[in-house]
């Protein structure tokens, strides 16, 4: 449903896109210079990222959606309506008198153990800015807690009935939530398979993430005039791994948030070897998910990254022009080492702007001398270090 108020984000419809992607790339940190240690701006490195999310828990999304994203290994965030959701499906339906009844909680159930994510839409799906103290608690609180006694497992994320809030539903929301859906493209109704097609390529361009909005899919709100167009759609969209990342709205929200709270700090050791050491401003676990550190290095032969002090590698990918190592913020600095193919020797370490920790100078990924002592003081070291503040990094353009 497509009303919006009250500072919520943007109801995007497909007329807009050219220029609702960019006014929603509001995930500020991303690909500094091609000569920096950075961290990507997704998962993996990846030029852009899709999170599918349907709202109202519908019992055709269930029947006709999950066998699709199953068949093309795509996990998609279901936003329930608590006080709508019944036992089973067989009972929603004899509730609803029609096919347009919700998802049962053991259907529910099993989606989430197959790694759907299942996200709060409230309670009783009303406007949440004209409830007062009592019915909001209800309305977030109430339901969270029904959500996580059902399906054993606390949701990471709210959706707001009508995509609209004010503060005070912020901070209610914030008291058990960790992320909320802020802005979100429509797909529905007439939708084609190549106007979806086209919001991921322009998010692959514009290096944004799209969060979908999908409600009915045969019949009910905003239904599709050819459910098929949204299974071709899926089946393309799989194809774009190699620069699309696919997951749910709680895992890349997670990876943003963290993102941009982490202070990255790295240390040159020799030509061939380097120190990371990540620090997030967030609190584990619920900010723990590992972030991709990029590392340009050109052709190399070999590489490692382990944390100090251990014996076990940390996932390393090794592209054409770069080391990508993925490393959950906190604990110990890694050590990446790698090797380039003359025999071992190594042209040179990566090209990163240094500073003096000590003098409370450093640059962020363009180089630009920002102050360091605001992060962190009493840093002392014998090597020149680079610090960069992931949430100050633009996209170098």
């Not at 995930?27 to 349907?54: E, N």
């Not at 036992?87 to 759907?116: F, P, S």
């Not at 098929?228 to 709680?250: E, M, N």
Request: aromatic share 6%; proline share 4%.
């Amino acid at each position: 449903m497509l009303r919006n108020r009250s500072g919520f984000g943007p109801v995007l419809h497909p007329a807009l896109l050219a220029v609702a992607i960019i006014l929603n790339g509001l995930d500020s940190a991303g690909a500094g210079p091609a000569d920096s240690v950075r961290i990507a701006r997704f998962s993996g490195d990846l030029a852009g990222a899709i999170s599918y999310t349907l709202d109202d828990g519908m019992r055709d999304q269930a029947e006709n959606v999950v066998p699709w994203l199953d068949q093309q290994g795509i996990k998609a965030t279901f936003w329930v309506v608590a006080g709508w959701t019944v036992e089973t499906d067989d009972i929603a339906k004899t509730v609803a008198g029609d096919r347009y009844g919700g998802i049962g909680w053991q259907t529910l159930v099993r989606m989430q153990a197959n790694g759907h994510e299942i996200g709060n839409h409230s309670w009783g799906h009303p406007d949440l800015t004209y409830c007062d103290s009592a019915a909001l608690e209800g309305e977030v609180n109430k339901a969270c807690s029904l959500i996580t006694a059902r399906i054993g497992v606390s949701p990471y994320a709210f959706c707001c009935p009508f995509n609209t809030w004010n503060e005070k539903v912020k901070a209610k929301i914030f008291e058990r939530h960790f992320a909320a859906r802020e802005f979100c493209t429509g797909m529905g109704n007439t939708m084609t398979t190549q106007g979806m097609n086209a919001v991921v390529q322009n998010a692959i361009r514009q290096k944004s993430w799209v969060v979908t909005m999908i409600h009915g899919i045969t019949m009910g709100y905003d239904a599709f005039a050819d459910p098929q167009q949204l299974a071709a759609h899926l089946a393309y969209v799989k194809t774009l791994r190699d620069s699309l990342w696919i997951a749910t709205f709680g895992q890349v929200s997670r990876y943003v948030k963290e993102r941009d709270s982490t202070l990255m700090t790295v240390t040159p050791v020799a030509a061939h070897e380097i120190l990371v050491q990540l620090d997030c401003r967030l609190k584990a676990p619920a900010f723990s998910a590992p972030l991709t550190v990029v590392v340009p290095v050109g052709r190399v032969i070999s590489a490692q990254a382990r944390r100090e002090g251990s014996t076990a590698a940390l996932p390393l990918a090794v592209k054409s022009d770069r080391l990508l190592v993925d490393i959950v913020p906190g604990g110990a600095a890694v050590r990446i080492t790698w090797q380039t193919p003359a025999s071992g020797v190594v042209s040179g370490k990566p090209a990163i702007r240094t500073a003096t920790a000590s003098a409370g100078i450093s640059c962020d990924a363009k180089g630009r001398v920002i102050d360091a002592s605001k992060h962190r003081r009493g840093v002392k070291t014998r090597h020149p270090v680079a610090i960069i503040d992931a949430g100050s990094i633009s996209d170098g353009k």
